[in-house]
């Protein structure tokens, strides 16, 4: 069982972060911001794939301006995300519900001083967004980019905010390797109770970012660390809330959906494992229900990894076995089991409903 470390909870729009609430996943548009037709569609593809929140980029007036607009048009809580120029945030503050700053290129205190006053008007939290790569000088001088650097940042970036009597905040600690990125959150963690945005910052395609991802988010997740997650993949911002709720589930804090047990290729297969998995995770992709279920090639594993499964294919040569909740409830012809397994997940989901 993970014990997720304590944190104060906030809210960004209605979602809550930190304290006793679930795990966010959130994902950030690459449209044009000033697009506000292609932003908002953006936005509502991401609702449908299943984000929790959403970022937008905010790099020009023309796009803080957008805001009210795109806002209007979606439901998805909004967070913008600014870069050098205070006063978009000041803009911006009107219309979002949060604001993300970069403390290594927003400016002098002065400036941070104006958007904590936007913020606390409108009751908005502030991310503060630590990125290894864009250190203030005087962080990167005495510690280079590390996650030394980062924590000091981000320790003195928190409690200058606290300074201002300012604490609804989160903090983002990121590198675009792994070590750097689980060192800096690990090492900030007992410093403070703030709940933790999780992320590797550039981490490339959906092959490397998934995989770094996975090592990363997954590492802190397991050590209790972290309130709410971005994988940051170059292609498909869907990938990104895919692989996000496929690391919370596999790591243990969400059931939902199918959990799929399929055995390795190898000489002992006795049927197109592959295709049927496939064909399994097609079909069975608009299930939320938590369900185990085992699909395997032989009957080597297959009977043992049934035991847990709530529904199990078993294959064998020319026929195969349907088994639920470890007893056998079929013998078929190969070609008529997956249908047949189909059906049974499905009876399965409506009777897990009722109960």
């Known amino acids: 069982m993970i014990k997720r470390y304590p944190t104060k909870k906030i809210f960004v729009g209605n979602v809550a972060i930190g304290g006793d609430a679930p795990i966010s996943v959130q994902s950030m548009t690459y449209t044009k911001t000033s697009d506000i037709q292609a932003t ?28 009210k607009s795109i806002k209007e048009q979606t439901s998805l809580p909004l967070v913008a995300d600014i870069h050098f120029n205070y006063k978009l945030a000041l803009i911006a503050a009107e219309s979002v519900d949060c604001i993300r700053l970069n403390p290594g290129n927003i400016g002098s205190k002065d400036r941070v001083k104006e958007v904590v006053k936007a913020c606390q008007n409108r009751n908005l939290p502030i991310r ?15 510690y280079g980019q590390t996650p030394e650097g980062m924590v000091a ?3 003195y970036n928190i409690k200058f905010l606290e300074d201002l009597g300012f604490t609804d905040i989160k903090v983002s600690l990121k590198a675009s390797d792994v070590q750097r990125t689980v060192q800096a959150y690990r090492d900030l963690r007992p410093m403070n109770n703030y709940p933790f945005h999780l992320g590797v910052t550039e981490a490339g395609t959906l092959f490397h970012s998934t995989i770094k991802s996975s090592i990363a ?20 911002l869907e990938k990104e809330i895919e692989v996000g709720r496929a690391i919370l589930k596999d790591a243990g804090l969400t059931k939902e959906g199918l959990n799929i047990i399929s055995c390795p290729t190898c000489g002992r297969i006795e049927a197109d494992l592959v295709t049927a998995v496939a064909q399994v995770e097609e079909r069975t992709k608009h299930i939320r229900t938590p369900l185990n279920v085992s699909v395997m090639g032989c009957v080597v594993n297959a009977l ?12 064998g040569k020319g026929s195969g076995l349907i088994i639920k909740k470890g007893e056998t409830i079929a013998k078929l012809p190969t070609e008529e089991l997956l249908e047949r397994f189909l059906e049974e997940v499905e009876k399965e989901v409506a009777n897990q409903k009722e109960d």
């Open 40 to 67: 908002v569609e953006q936005i509502k593809l991401l609702h449908f794939a299943g984000a929790d929140i959403v970022r937008v980029a905010v790099p020009d007036m023309e796009a803080a301006l957008a805001l």
């Open 128 to 142: 503060i967004g630590v990125n290894c790569g864009s250190l203030e000088k005087e962080f990167e001088n005495k």
């Open 153 to 155: 940042s981000a320790d």
């Open 217 to 236: 988010l997954g590492s802190l997740l397991l050590d209790g660390i972290g309130d709410t997650m971005r994988i940051s993949i170059t292609g498909e």
């Open 304 to 315: 043992g990894e049934a035991k847990s499964a709530d529904v199990a294919i078993a294959y």
